[in-house]
């Protein structure tokens, strides 16, 4: 039956029980690696703001999964991505995580072959190769690097990736925030002791909103009701032509944004609508990697990189206009104590639904009405993976 079809005509909810992943999915080696080759090498991961590679010879190191990525912009300041593996046999080339490289060269540490930001091969070491060996056939293994509004990804089957926009739930809803234009005030990194999916599923749902999130469910009505959208809520054409407080879309009477007062840093953003104002939260979503969400004064990102089975390496960045960042006095880091409490008591569920998951007599849970999304999430994730 199609997905549309289980549906209630503009209610969000699913009007049938749906099981959950199996459990081998959250903590089998050997699943995990079937993700990796399927899923994180054949798809755009989100790695860095295009800030954070400032200016020629610039370099970053990722790792995504098993593999490394070095990530650098060349002599010209155009991005380049390569395997983080020399081509004579084998050895890792760049062992810093991030610094700028000396002479316009890669040179691998073992017997020196050294390569140029465009990675083809430029040097050898000892005097006389053999006669057949071709320098050509010996650049770096490429990996497609590309940049949307600031953000850059890298895609490690470039010959085969997709647009890049079309990772997006919707690639133009936070057009109003021109994220391009944005500056990293804050950054949290944090890793966590639960499978990827468990990440993406918690933050897929609000039914642990009203007891894991007490200050956010105060900031967000619908959180207190276990919703996250109007429509989540089989109600939802009474409660709402009602004005029903309890069921108010956005963020409670008086909080303008995501902060400890519910205050705002500084001036909203000038070109937002009215309704993204009034609903002062807006979330853009790129699989597996990343989401955004856009707040009146500042954007927030989260960055999701696997670490292993049961390890998930979290980054959240707080990006504002560089006039805001640079008012005499503003304090970044108290903009982000909200949310990062938010992040604290996501993290810890997260951690407990991974070690739950060891019970021998799990196989499978249960999804309820609420958890739509989280449902929507494995039908992407099963599709990836067949
Ligand atoms: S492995 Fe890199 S030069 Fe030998
Ligand atoms: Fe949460």
Same mark, same amino acid.
């Given at each position: 039956?199609?997905?549309?079809?289980?549906?209630?005509?503009?209610?969000?909810?699913?009007?049938?029980?749906?099981?959950?992943?199996?459990? $081998?999915?959250?903590?089998?080696?050997?699943?995990?690696?079937?993700?990796?080759?399927?899923? %994180?090498?054949?798809?755009?991961?989100?790695?860095?703001?295009?800030?954070?590679?400032?200016?020629?010879?610039?370099? #970053?190191?990722?790792?995504?999964?098993?593999?490394?990525?070095?990530?650098?912009?060349?002599?010209?300041?155009?991005?380049?991505?390569?395997?983080?593996?020399?081509?004579?046999?084998?050895?890792?080339?760049?062992?810093?995580?991030?610094?700028?490289?000396?002479?316009?060269?890669?040179?691998?540490?073992?017997?020196?072959?050294?390569?140029?930001?465009?990675?083809?091969? #430029?040097?050898?070491?000892?005097?006389?190769?053999?006669?057949?060996?071709?320098?050509?056939?010996?650049?770096?293994?490429?990996?497609?690097?590309?940049?949307?509004?600031?953000?850059?990804?890298?895609?490690?089957?470039?010959?085969?990736?997709?647009?890049?926009?079309?990772?997006?739930?919707?690639?133009?809803?936070?057009?109003?925030? $021109?994220?391009?234009?944005?500056?990293?005030?804050?950054?949290?990194?944090?890793?966590?002791?639960?499978? %990827?999916?468990?990440? %993406?599923?918690?933050?897929?749902?609000?039914?642990?909103?009203?007891?894991?999130? #007490?200050?956010?469910?105060?900031?967000?009505?619908?959180?207190?009701?276990?919703?996250?959208?109007?429509?989540?809520?089989?109600? %939802?054409?009474? $409660?709402?032509?009602?004005?029903?407080?309890?069921?108010?879309?956005?963020?409670?009477?008086?909080?303008?944004?995501?902060?400890?007062?519910?205050?705002?840093?500084?001036?909203?953003?000038?070109?937002?609508?009215?309704?993204?104002?009034?609903?002062?939260?807006?979330?853009?979503?790129?699989?597996?990697?990343?989401?955004?969400?856009?707040?009146?004064?500042?954007?927030?990102?989260?960055?999701?990189?696997?670490?292993?089975?049961?390890?998930?390496?979290?980054?959240?960045?707080?990006?504002?206009?560089?006039?805001?960042?640079?008012?005499?006095?503003?304090?970044?880091? #108290?903009?982000?104590?909200?949310?990062?409490?938010?992040?604290?008591?996501?993290?810890?569920?997260?951690?407990?639904?991974?070690?739950?998951?060891?019970?021998?007599? $799990?196989?499978?849970?249960?999804?309820?009405?609420?958890?739509?999304?989280?449902h929507d999430f494995h039908v992407w994730l099963k599709g990836q993976l067949d």
């Open positions: 039956m199609a997905e549309t079809e289980k549906r209630i005509a503009g209610y969000n909810g699913l009007t049938q029980t749906e099981p959950t992943l199996p459990t $081998h999915y959250y903590v089998d080696a050997e699943h995990h690696e079937k993700e990796l080759a399927r899923l %994180w090498y054949r798809n755009w991961v989100y790695v860095c703001r295009a800030e954070e590679l400032d200016g020629p010879r610039a370099y #970053r190191v990722f790792d995504i999964g098993s593999q490394q990525v070095l990530a650098l912009r060349d002599q010209e300041g155009k991005l380049q991505a390569f395997h983080n593996t020399c081509r004579h046999r084998g050895s890792q080339l760049v062992q810093n995580k991030e610094g700028r490289l000396p002479g316009g060269l890669i040179t691998c540490p073992y017997h020196c072959w050294a390569y140029d930001l465009e990675g083809k091969l #430029r040097r050898l070491s000892g005097a006389s190769p053999p006669p057949d060996f071709e320098k050509s056939e010996h650049s770096l293994y490429e990996v497609g690097i590309q940049e949307w509004k600031g953000f850059i990804f890298v895609h490690l089957d470039h010959a085969n990736s997709q647009p890049l926009e079309s990772i997006f739930s919707d690639a133009h809803i936070l057009d109003n925030w $021109h994220l391009a234009d944005l500056v990293v005030g804050h950054t949290l990194r944090k890793s966590i002791r639960c499978n %990827w999916k468990i990440f %993406w599923e918690n933050f897929s749902e609000c039914l642990h909103c009203p007891h894991v999130h #007490r200050e956010l469910s105060a900031t967000v009505p619908l959180y207190k009701q276990y919703l996250m959208e109007v429509r989540d809520d089989p109600e %939802w054409e009474a $409660h709402q032509s009602a004005g029903d407080p309890l069921f108010k879309p956005g963020l409670a009477e008086g909080k303008e944004t995501w902060s400890t007062d519910g205050i705002a840093c500084g001036e909203f953003f000038p070109d937002l609508t009215p309704e993204e104002i009034e609903l002062g939260h807006t979330y853009c979503e790129g699989l597996p990697s990343l989401f955004v969400v856009g707040h009146v004064d500042y954007a927030r990102t989260v960055r999701v990189l696997p670490l292993g089975p049961e390890e998930t390496e979290i980054q959240s960045q707080w990006l504002f206009r560089p006039e805001v960042l640079s008012q005499p006095g503003f304090d970044a880091a #108290r903009v982000a104590a909200f949310a990062e409490q938010v992040i604290a008591e996501d993290s810890a569920v997260a951690e407990l639904n991974q070690k739950g998951l060891h019970s021998i007599r $799990h196989k499978r849970g249960v999804l309820m009405a609420e958890e739509y999304a989280v």
